[in-house]
Nanobody, 117 residues
Framework: QVQFVESGGGLVQPGGSLRLSCVAS????????MGWYRQTPGKQRELVAR???????DYADSVKGRFTISRDNAKNTVFLQVNNLKPEDTAVYHC???????????WGQGTQVTVSS
């Protein structure tokens, strides 16, 4: 079973940037669609970005133009570049394999992103 370790989060001011990383182990992820989700207390996890095995991407409307998902299959890693951060982007960010629109597998610990002045 694939396991994920997310990193790269932190405390940033509004307008700041971060690069989140997700390293997978246990299996190659090159054949899978990968997604980045975020979750805040009391809310459902929200899909913010997705990348197919072929490199096609799509984004939630709330992050279009600010977030960029990418992958390095040789390193079994998925990235999320987050720019022009807003306080409403504050959340724990997770990556996961996806089957269609459905997340599949075990969630990692995630990485906390806090946007505050």
């Amino acid at each position: 079973q694939v396991q994920f370790v997310e990193s790269g989060g932190g405390l940033v001011q509004p307008g700041g940037s971060l690069r989140l990383s997700c390293v997978a182990s246990g299996s190659t992820i090159s054949i899978y669609t990968m997604g980045w989700y975020r979750q805040t207390p009391g809310k459902q996890r929200e899909l913010v970005a997705r990348i197919t095995s072929g490199g096609n991407t799509d984004y939630a409307d709330s992050v279009k133009g600010r977030f960029t998902i990418s992958r390095d299959n040789a390193k079994n890693t998925v990235f999320l570049q987050v720019n022009n951060l807003k306080p409403e982007d504050t959340a724990v960010y997770h990556c996961i394999t996806m089957y269609g629109n459905v997340p599949v597998g075990s969630w990692g610990q995630g990485t906390q992103v806090t946007v505050s002045s």
